[in-house]
């Protein structure tokens, strides 16, 4: 049977695992063991899948059924053969690092890995480019806008020392005029929905993209790089986990707004010192907080391109594999805060809002910080899925092996 033959060349293809790094110790050859009939029973099932797409579509011709019938059942089989082609990649991911066993990746590790990973292919460079040039242009008017709106926002928050007045909602009512006002609903409005899907877009790229380029041992081609791109169903899906992720990061972003507006205010009063002091430290706990759901929201994105999963399930997954890599999650965030601050306060010290090469230079360095810091989130997903998964495999063998004694 056909289908016999196809799962004994992918057997063939499964058997080229690095069983040498299985010398190590018993717990080592159990390990690639358990992934050698992993791979084996995924791909067995794949082909099973496609073999009954090809007799139902056979069926269908000999049944004459409607054309829209044919088409899906077509998708359905082009849906299994990329399927079978992102188990391969994906496994390629987990192994790649298996010469440095019991070894976590560390901060500037990721780093250095998503710097070799961006500029070792000049083809990924070029895709990469063109996908971002409209994030680029509309970038150059949200940030003029923004840094426009934060200049006005200053002065009106701008106050006399000594102001000791109560409520302090009032106090910024007052001095708030329509005109900030309706640029502050603008602002949203460009920051929620044009945003957030160009970005989303060069996102999806970037993450699909560099995941084959980390996964493949030889540079990919332009060709091989275009010529499976993501199917509908994870675009759907991964749009659906970043409406999740949109929402839960701006009501965190409106919290710390929101504290930053009180400390601003109530640090020239002389009776509000210490409600000052108080909310510029629950500031500070917030921030390492956001970084930490920052690693974790990325990750979720990053499981749903590259995964499949999507919404919950992918914010829950994140939360599961991030278990015991916290520290370097808020440490790679931080970096990236620290990049998008430190282009920010000079454009507003002296003015680059207002237009020229300034405001450009700044969005190119924010446009490759952003391509970095998705490059950075995939390395730092497969490594915590990678060590996650050793360590629940070893758990269970050392749990078969108790009850064996």
Known sequence: MIIIGDVSDGLHDLKQFPIQHCKMNALGTLYHGFHFFLQASLLLRVYTDVDKTEANESQVHSHHLHPSTVL??????????????????????????????????????????????????????????????????????????????????????????????????????????????????????????????????????????????????????????????????????????????LYISTCTLLGLIWLVTYYFILENSIIEVFFAGFYGAVFLVLLEKYLEWSAMWNMSIVISVWEGIYGGEALALSAYFCKGSKGRGVLLMFVFFVWGLGLRLPCLLFGCYLGGIGIVAQISLFCLGNVLKWVVCMVYFYDCKKRTLEKKFGEEVERDAELAA
């Open 72 to 245: 899906t059942l077509s998708l359905q089989k082009k849906a299994f053969e990329m399927n079978s082609d992102h188990i391969m990649l994906n496994e390629n991911l987990i192994e790649k690092n298996h010469d440095i066993q019991n070894q976590k990746l560390g901060v500037f590790d990721i780093l250095k890995e998503a710097l070799i990973i961006t500029f070792k292919n000049f083809n990924f460079i070029i895709i990469i480019l063109l996908t971002s040039l409209p994030l680029f242009g509309f970038m150059v008017y949200y940030e003029s806008f923004l840094q426009g709106t934060l200049v006005e926002t200053y002065d009106i928050l701008k106050q006399s020392p000594g102001y000791s007045g109560w409520p302090v909602p009032n106090f910024i009512y007052n001095k708030m005029t329509k005109h900030v006002f309706y640029e502050l609903l603008q602002l949203g409005f460009l920051y929620l929905v044009p945003l957030h899907l160009l970005e989303l877009c060069t996102v999806i790229v970037t993450v699909d993209l560099s995941s084959k380029i980390h996964a493949q041992e030889i540079p990919m081609t332009l060709k091989e790089m275009i010529h499976k791109p993501i199917c509908g169903v994870r675009l759907r899906g991964t749009f659906i986990t970043s409406i999740y992720v």
